[in-house]
């Protein structure tokens, strides 16, 4: 049975119904599957950060080469690839002022800072949305370095810049319970503790708490270092840019662009080969570090279409992790639950149950949630667990040539599992998707009946559905791809209750 097989490229879908393996050549000769009419954009930051935001903007409107780099394609500009506008003079700029970040970043507690700078640019944004008679597309969130610097876990400031003083110690902030007493200025100062004591059920990363604090607006957002748009550029100290993006500066546009269009509601592609009435689930686990009980953790499910759209269901926090194995594994009622939440939002969307249901996660599922997940599977679908990982790695090499294996190999074991290298030589781009040579993902059909092949091939396809970074394909297919970060952003708060929401609220 063992066998080495290779697995064709996927096709994707553009506009008027042509197919190319390449999303930057689709969207370059045919443009991308829909199209809007263009995008209004809000803007928080400062009065530099809109400058640099609208000089970036203003610099994609004209082609954009890299230096000395074939393998990525130009840039051949904004309107020229989606057809539609996206203009430096129609945006809404809500200003962060120095004084404004200087009053909350210089304090000892990074919590305490992070919780109030990332108040600071929501509160910017939901007062636009109450006081404002404009619709916006997306909200483009310039972050200065120094909040960059300073935002972040277990980042630490200067003390000579220090200004406050954290009123609680992390560990005694988890416990602090405020209770009235008989003299005004002691409450006074009780409930400062008590303020700050909640600043402690957020993480201290900027990053994760601002789309987690978000969520419940369904405000989609495009966060971007000042640097990252001025890369060439010394920012205050903080931004001599750490990469040189000159020899991928297309590469850079085209990624924020398509980022961009596919946040302000349009569809840069779809897969080409079409399997009707499948869908695919990616089990998402992240442990809940601010939890006493180590087997705490938090899990969700990302349900993808054939069309690319995506959605999160967030699940319930519970004792999923075992430390021995480092393995998640869910309880009856809360497996059934979190599918059901699936299944339920595809019959919603699409009027009937799917033919099919690939469940994807990185360890193999055990017989209780399995049992729940096919309890609430209902009858004519065909339920598949597909287990994917990088545990077992194995190398294929060359006799000849300066590249590694072609991507797409993929050597079979038996007809419940193979290695398949998703990233390696690309022949259509003349280069690798590796920098070393390529590990590929063991696969395996851990549950349920499916043919190897057709497995081998969706999880192909399902690289090739990222649509906040415009390239060739990815590593993993996207129902894992973003598990992590989704991960983080769920946990970044204790107190996140968020609904099933479009996969774009979390990118």
């Excluded at 269009?261 to 349009?266: L, N, T």
Aim: hydrophobic share 35%; aromatic share 12%.
């Amino acid at each position: 049975m063992k066998h080495l097989t290779y697995i064709e490229e996927p096709t994707l879908l553009f506009a008027q119904n042509q197919k190319l393996v390449d999303p930057r050549d689709g969207l370059s000769f045919f443009g991308p599957l829909n199209n809007i009419y263009g995008i209004k954009s809000g803007v928080v930051g400062t009065k530099k950060g809109l400058k640099i935001f609208k000089d970036y903007l203003n610099l994609i409107q004209k082609p954009v080469y890299n230096s000395n780099n074939t393998s990525r394609p130009m840039f051949p500009g904004f309107e020229a690839v989606f057809g539609c506008k996206w203009e430096s003079n129609n945006i809404v700029f809500k200003e962060i002022v120095e004084s404004e970040i200087g009053q909350y970043l210089y304090n000892d507690s990074p919590h305490k800072r992070t919780y109030d700078l990332v108040s600071l640019f929501i509160e910017k944004i939901t007062k636009s949305l109450r006081e404002d008679d404009e619709t916006l597309d997306v909200w483009f969130i310039i972050v200065p370095e120094e909040i960059f610097t300073y935002c972040r876990p277990n980042s630490g400031i200067p003390k000579e810049l220090i200004r406050t003083k954290s009123l609680l110690e992390k560990r005694k902030a988890k416990s602090f319970h405020y209770e009235p007493s008989f003299f005004p200025e002691m409450d006074e100062e009780l409930r400062k503790m008590e303020k700050e004591a909640e600043t402690y059920n957020y993480d201290a990363q900027f990053h994760d708490q601002l789309k987690a604090r978000l969520l419940e607006h369904k405000i989609p957002t495009q966060i971007f270092r000042e640097s990252t748009l001025a890369w060439r550029e010394n920012l205050n100290g903080f931004g001599a840019p750490k990469r040189d993006f000159s020899k991928i500066e297309g590469h850079l546009a085209w990624t924020i662009s398509t980022a961009a269009f596919y946040k302000a509601g349009g569809k840069p592609w779809k897969l080409g080969d079409v399997r009707e009435k499948v869908c695919y689930l990616g089990l998402v686990y992240k442990k809940v570090e601010k939890s006493k009980n180590p087997k705490n953790a938090c899990c969700a499910a990302q349900m993808f279409l054939d069309n690319g759209d995506g959605t999160v269901f967030k699940g319930e926090v519970g004792p999923w992790y075992n430390p021995k194995s480092g393995e998640y594994h869910l309880k009856t009622d809360e497996a059934k639950a979190l599918i059901s939440q699936a299944l339920n939002s595809y019959l919603e969307q699409n009027g009937s149950c799917p033919k099919e249901v690939f469940i994807h996660a990185k360890t193999r599922f055990n017989k209780e949630e399995w049992d729940a997940f096919s309890d609430a599977t209902p009858d004519g679908t065909n339920l598949v667990g597909i287990t994917i990982s990088k545990a077992k790695p194995i190398k294929l090499y060359k006799k000849e040539g300066n590249f590694p294996i072609m991507r797409g190999n993929a050597y079979v074991i038996d007809n419940r599992s193979a290695y398949l290298w998703t990233v390696g030589f690309v022949p259509k781009i003349q280069s690798a998707l590796s920098m070393e040579v390529p590990n590929p993902l063991f696969i395996e059909i851990n549950k349920g009946e499916a043919d190897i092949n057709q497995v081998l091939k969706d999880i192909m396809a399902l690289t090739k559905l990222n649509y906040n970074a415009c390239i060739y394909a990815d590593g993993e297919p996207v129902t894992l791809r973003f598990a992590d970060k989704i991960g983080e952003i769920l946990t970044a708060s204790t107190e996140i209750k968020t609904p099933p929401l479009a996969f774009k609220y979390y990118i």
